[in-house]
């Protein structure tokens, strides 16, 4: 089994009002240097490997990523293989 | 009417959609088209005129609103519909399955106030020269109904350049005198955009609820002009209530 950690967020050009509440949230527990927050999705996938080759996985995690795990208008997304 | 046939309305429904019992009664007991329920896992619908996606929260608005929806079996069939050139109309989550499936440009985001908005509001035509608006005057003023938390509307700056030039840009939010501004916009979509079309016309996506205001008991009856543009397009009738 292979477990993928992806994470999605907004693109940088997009405005991540979330993220802006975390972050005047901040100084109200006491800490005044968080700087910027961004507020993305964590998503873990386990995948069979089968006979597929080690490309063949990363072209299949790029496309899940591309067509159904992030919206790439609005979003950018990065996965590690654990 | 009753030697004339009546168009025929075709209503998606996805889990999550709630919207189409609200559709049904404004189309058919309202305005006397037949309407059609037609369920997501269907792969096809025969004798349809228009499509209909309606609002809601299809699949729970997980991941994305509209972002599984896209792959229900019925969506092939939507797709080859608009590219025969046939009228789909998608209100609020309808408006979010077609962004997604790419029929039409641009993306939503989570509303700039954060907050679910459920209030009457505004819109401005800025094109009645659709099919979905040919029964209303550019500069109407349309009073209706918006429940969203996703109704922020995204496009790049090359994406909304053509859109204006392309005239798909169909509602705006404004002022109940039209005036378009910050102020009037209630979730920060860029250019106040309420609605665009795709550039064949034949496609639009709004996020208010049309079908939430054809009778005045309910506040507003602005709604019947774009219904009525639609049936005026499929059938000829200029005046068909």
Not at chain 2, 109 to 131: A, G
Request: charged share 25%; with cysteine.
């Amino acid at each position: 089994m292979i477990k993928v950690n992806v994470y999605v967020t907004l693109k940088k050009e997009i405005l991540d009002t979330q993220g802006l509440v975390i972050k005047n949230a901040i100084p109200q527990i006491g800490f005044n240097n968080v700087e910027n927050v961004r507020f993305g999705k964590f998503i873990q996938l386990e995948i069979e490997q089968r006979s597929k080759s080690e490309e063949d996985i990363k072209k299949e995690i790029e496309y899940l990523c591309d067509r159904l795990l992030s919206n790439p208008i609005i979003e950018d997304f990065k996965y590690e293989i654990l | 009417m009753e030697n004339i046939k009546k168009p025929v309305f075709g209503i998606i429904v996805f889990p999550g959609t709630n919207c189409e019992f609200d559709c049904y009664h404004a189309l058919q007991n309202i305005l006397g088209a037949e309407c059609k329920f037609i369920w997501h896992n269907d792969k096809s619908a025969a004798g349809i005129d228009a499509i209909v996606l309606p609002g809601g929260f299809s699949y729970g608005d997980y991941l994305r609103s509209g972002a599984v929806a896209k792959f229900s079996p019925i969506m092939e069939y939507v797709r080859k519909f608009a590219d025969r050139g046939k009228l789909i109309i998608g209100i609020c989550n309808g408006f979010q399955i077609l962004l997604e499936q790419g029929m039409l440009p641009g993306a939503m985001l989570r509303n700039n106030t954060l907050k679910f908005i459920c209030k009457f509001i505004h819109t401005r035509v800025e094109n009645s020269r659709t099919p979905f608006t040919c029964n209303l005057e550019k500069g109407h003023i349309i009073k209706i109904p918006i429940r969203h938390n996703e109704g922020n509307y995204y496009i790049n700056e090359k994406g909304l350049a053509e859109l204006e030039k392309n005239n798909q840009i169909i509602l705006r939010y404004c002022s109940k005198d039209g005036v378009v501004s910050d102020e009037h916009n209630p979730n920060g979509a860029i250019g106040s955009i309420a609605g665009i079309c795709n550039k064949e016309m034949n496609v639009f996506g709004l996020m208010p609820h049309p079908e939430a205001c054809c009778e005045n008991i309910l506040g507003s009856n602005d709604g019947i002009g774009i219904f009525c543009s639609m049936i005026r397009s499929i059938t000829g009738i200029r005046k068909w209530m």
